[in-house]
């Protein structure tokens, strides 16, 4: 079965402080990886995305994920935070055997402090 | 290029009602989703459509069912609301190949009493 674990239902952090979100994941075969960001009131709005080429992916707002298959792991990094990275994080797996679904973890808020 | 809309955006329900969400895409997609998002639980697929005329069940089915009668269109339909059905509903879409990369509406917020 395929599931996503995110370590942390709420992160803070100073601004100008390193962001680090923790994802892990289960899947019985190469899977593709996302990190998506939801603003309050707001849908959810795709970061960056694994897909079996470069380990370290680069996202948009300086966001960027590395995957690593010895630690089954997808954690989101930014290297300084800014006030308007406060919001909802979720990583989410898909791989051939779940076909076109998707498995959502339970979600990061991040909160950012002046 | 509005992406993926969902209608309404807010709503009220008595126990018992009945109602249907609008949720339209504009990009071609072959596949689209409902989602419900409930504070702690992530997001938790209800049910599914990888095109035109078919419908799969997720996560969370029961209580709710759906229509693809047009590519564009993805009806949710609650029958019979019950309070445990207040949640925050998503629809999405995806392309049919390699990432199945998913675009989200902006939800519907959905109270029943």
């Known amino acids: 079965a395929q599931s996503v674990t995110q370590l942390g239902s709420h992160v803070s952090v100073s601004e100008g402080a390193l962001v680090l979100l923790r994802c892990n994941y289960s899947?019985?075969?190469?899977?593709?990886l996302f990190w998506y960001v939801q603003y309050p009131n707001q849908g959810l709005q795709l970061l960056l995305k694994y897909t079996s080429a470069a380990t370290l992916v680069k996202g948009i707002n300086g966001f960027e994920a590395e995957f690593k298959k010895s630690e089954t792991s997808f954690h989101l990094t930014k290297p300084s935070a800014h006030m308007s990275d406060a919001a909802e994080y979720f990583c989410?797996?898909?791989?051939?055997?779940?076909?076109?679904?998707?498995?959502f973890g339970t979600g990061t808020s991040l909160t950012v402090i002046p | 290029n509005a992406g993926v809309t969902q209608t309404p955006k807010f709503r009220v329900l008595k126990t018992g009602q009945s109602m249907t969400l609008l949720c339209a895409q504009d990009m071609n997609h072959e596949y689209m989703y409902w989602y419900r998002q409930d504070p702690g639980m992530g997001l938790r697929l209800i049910h599914y459509s990888v095109g035109e005329g078919t419908t799969a069940k997720g996560e969370v089915p029961d209580g709710y069912n759906v229509s693809r009668l047009k590519k564009q269109n993805f009806l949710l339909g609650l029958e019979s609301a019950a309070p445990s059905q207040t949640s925050v509903y998503f629809c999405?879409?995806?392309?049919?190949?390699?990432?199945?990369?998913?675009?989200f509406g902006p939800g519907t917020r959905l109270t029943v009493t």
């Open positions: 899947s019985s075969v190469p899977p593709y």
């Open positions: 999405a879409s995806s392309t049919s190949v390699r990432t199945y990369e998913q675009y």
């Open positions: 989410a797996v898909r791989n051939s055997n779940t076909g076109n679904q998707f498995y």
